[in-house]
């Protein structure tokens, strides 16, 4: 958990995945989209310095792009060599990337 400054009644803890829960609440491809922007937004970038440099994120327009970052992470956490720090960095990205391109398949197979 991780605390959150500034708050009027003090510091108060969030957890850690609260962005899954963000992803869990979203209803369509576009605010899959958006969460996902915020969420990379929340990353610093000496964070993501620490990433290989393919695993680093670039634009996502779309749950295509999503998913197939969500691959690529997945790819290269098998065969990652680096120290315990960046690996746990390496998850933390990846981790929400599956979460968020199995969210976008759920929301995409629903019908109207």
């Given at each position: 958990?991780?605390d959150i400054?500034?708050?009027r009644?003090g510091?108060h803890?969030?957890p850690?995945n609260i962005w899954?829960?963000?992803l869990?609440?979203a209803s ?20 993501i310095?620490r990433?290989?440099e ?8 779309d ?7 969500a691959y690529?992470l997945?790819n290269?956490?098998l065969g990652?060599?680096g120290s315990?720090?960046?690996?746990q960095l ?8 599956v979460?968020a391109?199995?969210r976008?398949a ?6 109207p």
């Amino acid at each position: 958990m991780s605390d959150i400054a500034g708050s009027r009644s003090g510091s108060h803890h969030r957890p850690a995945n609260i962005w899954l829960h963000v992803l869990d609440g979203a209803s369509s491809e576009h605010d899959i989209v958006v969460a996902t922007r915020e969420f990379l937004a929340t990353w610093t970038p000496e964070e993501i310095g620490r990433l290989p440099e393919n695993c680093r994120p670039g634009k996502i327009s779309d749950g295509e792009d999503i998913g197939e970052f969500a691959y690529r992470l997945s790819n290269a956490h098998l065969g990652f060599e680096g120290s315990l720090g960046d690996r746990q960095l390496l998850e933390r990205l990846m981790s929400f990337f599956v979460h968020a391109a199995a969210r976008y398949a759920t929301v995409g197979a629903k019908v109207p």
